[in-house]
């Protein structure tokens, strides 16, 4: 629903509207407030204009014009201000539901807005690690306000004001708003923000600063007439060798052409950007909705926070400095998409301790254990089609969703030694959820037994900035092969998957095939990513443990016993010679791919976290 996607941060509360109601007093009064400071925001942003059915009739409705009427309701919640106190602080948001639109389906493509990956912030992480560069963020306030509704596209919104607002007379009862802006729960507000958001930002300029503090007003002036939006300034054709001019075709006085740079959207991830100064790359930054995280010098980093500030309110969170500089806005870590990331010796340190506490208090799990639960892939029949049809099938599959989604978020960001099993729930879901509810416990308890795991990302010295793992169990529990999937940026794990393969096969051979077509397809990827980021060639690399695999791959071998997979490794052969990149046999014990295929039981754990770069929080580098 709209509501559940507006507050995501973790350890608020909900307030049922019906509880606020039977309030008095200060308690009452906190809410009211509350509740006023969001009306007065909307009207600040003029996110709508109040009009009456008589209005409408008048303007639209007599004309033949329709209008689409939605309801709308208050998120209300108890934000802990984590004092030590127990203190929280009431906070409002007025959602209209979107899924009342008539003639709309949820995940419409023509609504969609592009989020990027996880391995594109981790790929930024390990690029901004190896230059030795600050870390910083930022949020975007209210993003989805900004953004202009689209009348010919979005049609005329008349939203009716949420009933607890009338209730308590802060708004009149025969009240309702015409949306010119994108309302929270709007379905198309995250387009018209990704379209506003990036042309805003494409090609600005940004200043390198030293300070967040105010301006002087000659300062202020100038930086405002270097930030003037004009179209004949901030094309695609702006030539990316040259600074950026203001309308004069010159750079302001006070700021040489040497100190200006520029934001430019990458090409192969939407959601990455770059700052280019003349011909060089002066730091990156990564775009998730309405929250930012910035890799460049400290300098840099405070010039693209007051790029955005000058453009839309923002709150800074912090700036993890790398370089030496002193700046206000200096702190030990920083929270992105719940991954809290800290400076270690050499790179950075990558948790979700608190996600993953806060999960472990809701499901109750005091104690843990040191190993993953046995569980051997294929061996757990599906269940009936009689008993798909029951009550309980419906409440243990709704369950195991739930359970496995919570995985999958440490799983995909910070805990790969849970991918495997993690994915192996996953595709039991359908088939007997039951059982994926009782392994999805267990992981619980090891996840309990390790709570205190990190991962490290640290850059190491390679001639091969990409390096692509690939491995494959064959056949376990006589199901479908799983393949492994581990990408190294300089040195670095970035990215890592586990996937059950999409058929069967007849031979390790052909289940390591598939391995290795599917590695390189993803590595390839990130290596344009890369490349596009560095603004220079890099070099690829596969790793394969598999000696008839490599045979396969670099030399055609067709007989009667491999035609019918000869086709995929002529493609990927194809592939290898078009991208230049070289294949190396690595032992099977060496393959850090290897603890992607299966679980594996406690006494190989240890190798695993080596190869994944895992720790304890006390054996973290320093």
């Known amino acids: ?11 608020t509360s909900s307030v049922k509207s019906s509880d606020i109601e039977k309030m008095s007093g200060d308690e009452l009064g906190i809410w009211i407030k509350a509740l006023k400071e969001e009306l007065d925001s909307l009207q600040k942003m003029e996110v709508f204009d109040e009009v009456t059915s008589s209005d409408l009739a008048t303007t639209y409705w007599y004309k033949g014009v329709r209008t689409k009427k939605l309801p709308a309701m208050v998120v209300t919640v108890k934000k802990p201000l984590h004092d030590g106190k127990g203190g929280w602080k009431a906070k409002a948001r007025v959602v ?38 600050s870390l910083g963020s930022l949020d975007v306030k209210t993003a989805f306000l900004y953004a202009e509704l689209n009348e010919e596209e979005d049609g005329i919104v008349v939203v009716q004001p949420p009933a607890l607002l009338v209730r308590l007379e ?29 042309k805003t930002l494409d090609h600005h300029p940004v200043v390198p600063s ?6 002087t007003p000659n300062e202020r002036s100038t930086l405002i007439d270097v930030t003037q939006q ?35 959207r990458c090409r192969t991830a939407q959601g990455l950007w770059k700052v280019i100064l003349g011909n060089a790359v002066v730091g990156f930054f990564l775009v998730y909705v309405d929250d930012v995280l910035m890799a460049a010098k400290t300098k840099w980093i405070l010039g693209m926070m007051k790029s955005f500030g000058k453009n839309w309110e923002c709150k800074y969170v912090g700036i993890l400095v790398n370089d030496g500089e002193s700046t206000k806005l ?13 400076l270690c010796k050499g790179g950075l340190i990558l948790h979700q301790h ?20 046995e569980l051997e892939e294929g061996r757990d029949f599906p269940v009936s089609a009689e008993e798909r049809k029951s009550k309980a099938y419906a409440l243990s599959l709704k369950e195991a969703q739930e359970e496995v989604g919570s995985l999958q978020w440490l799983a995909l960001k910070t805990r790969p030694d849970i991918a495997a099993i993690t994915a192996i729930c996953a595709s039991l879901q359908t088939r007997n959820p039951e059982r994926s509810v009782k392994y999805c416990r267990e992981i619980w308890k090891y996840l309990c037994g390790t709570s205190k795991m990190q991962m490290s990302l640290i850059p190491e010295s390679d001639k091969f900035k990409v390096r692509i793992a690939a491995d494959a169990s064959f056949a376990p529990g006589g199901d479908r092969s799983r393949t492994g999937v581990v990408i190294r940026v300089a040195g670095a794990i970035i990215h890592w998957s586990s996937n059950r393969q999409s058929g ?39 790793d394969q443990d598999n000696t008839g695999t490599i045979s396969s791959i670099l030399h055609e071998v067709t007989s009667w016993r491999t035609r019918h997979y000869a086709s995929r490794a002529s493609g990927l052969r194809d592939l290898i010679a078009q991208q230049g990149i070289v294949v190396e046999h690595i032992k099977g014990i060496s393959i850090i791919a290897d603890p992607l295929t299966k679980v594996l039981p406690r006494n190989e754990l240890k190798e695993a976290y080596n190869k994944l770069k895992l720790c304890e929080q006390a054996q973290s580098p320093q």
């Open 230 to 264: 004009c179209p004949t300034n901030y094309t695609d054709e702006c030539d990316g060798d040259a600074a950026v001019r203001t309308n004069a075709g010159s750079v302001p006085s006070t700021q040489s052409e040497s100190q200006v740079g520029y934001m430019k």
């Open 210 to 215: 030293l300070t967040m503090e105010e301006e």
């Open 170 to 198: 802060l708004v009149k009862p025969n009240v309702q708003w015409k949306l010119k802006k994108a309302l929270y729960g709007l379905r198309a507000a995250p387009k018209r923000w990704s379209q506003k958001r990036d």
């Open 330 to 342: 200096a702190v030990q870590s920083l929270v992105f998409l719940s991954i809290t990331i800290e």
């Open 354 to 373: 608190e996600y993953l506490d806060k999960k472990l208090r809701q499901r109750g799990v005091a104690y843990g254990r040191p190993a993953l639960p």
């Open 504 to 542: 069967s096969v007849f031979s390790v051979h052909e289940a390591e095939l598939n391995g290795a077509v599917t590695g390189t397809k993803v590595g390839v990827s990130i290596r344009e990513i890369v490349q596009e980021l560095e603004q220079e060639e890099v070099k690829l690399k596969l």
């Open 96 to 133: 209209c539901c979107g899924n009342f639109e008539p003639g709309s389906v949820g995940k419409d493509l023509r609504n969609r807005a592009e989020v990027p990956s996880t391995f594109e912030m981790r790929t930024l992480l390990a690029l901004g690690a190896e230059k030795g560069w």
């Open 1 to 11: 629903s709209a509501a559940s996607d507006v507050y995501k941060r973790q350890g």
